[in-house]
């Protein structure tokens, strides 16, 4: 088919596509900047994970400080304060109020958005993605741009554009467990929180269950040492859990929704491929299951949970990792064990290596931690870049690294930081006259410092 026939729905000098956490940023980033900005994206809401697969809290980045590394960050931050929607530490927020902010500055930005637009292909000529083809209820049309940036997650556009990826552990192509997360309320978090409490006292085990000034968090997964571990053997032995129940149970509080608690969990560890629209389907299926079968768990087996109903379930199944476009320059598994320090760095994060399913099989003894006094690794401004291409880059899970670095920057502060990194990049690129890739990311980084982001 010659996609150029097509007609022309809409033309920017950047196109975001997906807004997700990192297209939301680079879309807001870039809109600042003053260009004319266009985020296309499937659902009809910005935040992707964060908000429609009801992913929270943000996790920590384990350097002193937590230095976010985005201005953007900030802004977020205290507008959710403002309706008390996140914690003081920025950290557990409130999804759909996230959702709401997110909109709202991309529209004060001049950000124009495309909801309930699908990407499906792409048009490159010349080392050039000159459109996006994308399906929506006007049919198929094109979509042009000076610059792209693909934030789909699952890298869709790089894809079919051509660029070359990597998937899935390479030892075996298997890729990350996918979850299907949910919101119970009308929860007791008194009541509740003295049962963790309890459970925790008995066993010692304070790091897998607390309750403290609002604050609920509850796990138990594979192996013995969880302070409900007891509970949860009984209703697995009295059938009302199935053992995979408990391979992965995780919940929080939520900031500013009291009485709620976010599940990251059921979780599946076969037909785990986020690009795969069975598996995807499969997860919403049985995660419905398997989340009435939990619900009713909680209700006999924990205390609080008499009046719980479930109020959300995620629309988007949570995909920790599928493609990874190859860039400029590709974090590598050595980068992150040594605590890589680069020059065009736009993030910086100690977060751990965090593979789900035990498909970890790194042999890291050969690697040493760089000893400057400096305990994090870096991510580059070239990990935004896509090799071979003149006007495409990328941001959020799905940049430049490989399967072991990525199971560490996929979480939220560093796919906001990329996002505004490349937001900042292609902005500044289309301001000079000059190709993204011949950008110095040291300039990005200043850019991203001036407005208030923080580093190290
Ligand atoms: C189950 C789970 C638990 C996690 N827990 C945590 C946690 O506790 N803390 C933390 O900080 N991180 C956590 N993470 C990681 C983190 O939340 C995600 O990696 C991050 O939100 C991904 O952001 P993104 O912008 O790269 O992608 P997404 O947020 O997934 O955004 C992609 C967007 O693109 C849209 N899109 C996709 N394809 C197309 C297309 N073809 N056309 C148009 N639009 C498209 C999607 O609808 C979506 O809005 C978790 C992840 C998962 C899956």
Redesign the pocket.
């Known amino acids: 088919m010659d996609f150029t026939k097509l007609p022309l729905f809409a033309e920017a000098e950047i196109v975001v ?7 939301a940023f680079a879309a807001i980033s870039a809109g600042k900047m003053g260009r004319d900005v266009l985020v ?4 009809g809401s ?5 908000t ?2 009801l ?5 920590s980045t384990h350097i002193k400080g937590e230095p976010q590394c985005s201005y953007v960050s900030n802004l977020v931050r205290d507008r959710l304060l403002a309706v008390g929607a996140i914690d003081e530490r920025g950290a557990n927020f409130d999804p759909i109020m996230l959702k709401t902010v997110l909109e709202e500055l991309c529209v004060e930005s001049g950000v124009r958005i495309l909801y309930n ?4 292909e792409a048009v490159v000529s010349d080392g050039k993605l000159t459109d996006i083809v994308v399906a929506n209820k006007s049919g198929l049309g094109r979509i042009r741009a000076k610059t792209f940036i693909d ?4 890298a ?2 790089c894809v079919r554009a051509g660029a070359e990826y990597t998937k899935g552990n390479p030892k075996n192509g298997k890729n990350q467990p ?2 299907l ?1 949910y919101i119970v309320s009308g929860v007791d978090y008194d009541e509740f929180g003295r049962q963790l409490n309890e459970e925790a006292s008995r066993t010692g085990l304070w790091g897998t269950a607390c309750y403290s000034e609002g604050v609920i968090y509850a796990a138990c997964c594979v192996g013995d040492d969880w302070a409900l571990n007891d509970i949860f053997l009984k209703a697995i032995e009295n059938g009302d859990l199935l053992p995979e129940d408990k391979a992965y149970w995780q919940g929080f509080s939520v900031t500013g929704r009291r009485g709620c608690v976010a599940f ?1 969990n059921p ?1 599946f560890f076969v037909d785990t491929d986020g690009t795969n629209p069975e598996h995807i389907t499969k997860a919403q299926i049985n995660g419905k299951k398997a989340i009435a079968r939990q619900l009713a768990f909680c209700k006999k087996y924990l205390r609080g949970f008499e009046n719980a109903y479930v109020s959300d379930i995620a629309s ?1 199944v ?3 990792e599928s493609r990874n476009v190859k860039t400029e320059y590709v974090l590598t598994a050595e980068d992150l064990l040594r605590r890589q320090k680069f020059d065009d760095m736009f993030c910086q994060s100690n977060y751990p290596v965090d593979i789900h399913g035990g498909i970890f099989d790194f042999d890291p003894s050969g690697v040493q931690p760089l000893d400057d006094g400096k305990p994090w690794y870096e991510i580059p401004f070239r990990s935004l870049v896509v090799k071979g291409f003149d006007n495409l880059m990328v ?4 940049l430049g690294a490989e399967f072991l670095a990525q199971s560490s920057l ?4 560093s ?1 906001r930081s990329s ?1 505004e990194a490349a937001g900042i990049g292609a902005a500044l690129a289309i301001e000079k006259g000059i190709l993204p890739r011949e950008l110095d990311g040291k300039e990005v980084r200043e850019i991203m410092v001036k407005n208030g982001a923080v580093y190290a």
Do not use: K, Y
């Open positions: 596509c997906g807004g997700g956490t990192a297209g296309v994206e499937s659902l910005l935040g992707g994970t964060a429609n697969g992913v929270l809290p943000i996790m637009t699908f990407i499906a934030a789909t997650g699952d869709d556009v996918i979850s997360r990251n979780e988007l949570g995909v920790r941001a959020g899970r799905c996929r979480v939220q502060h796919v996002g």
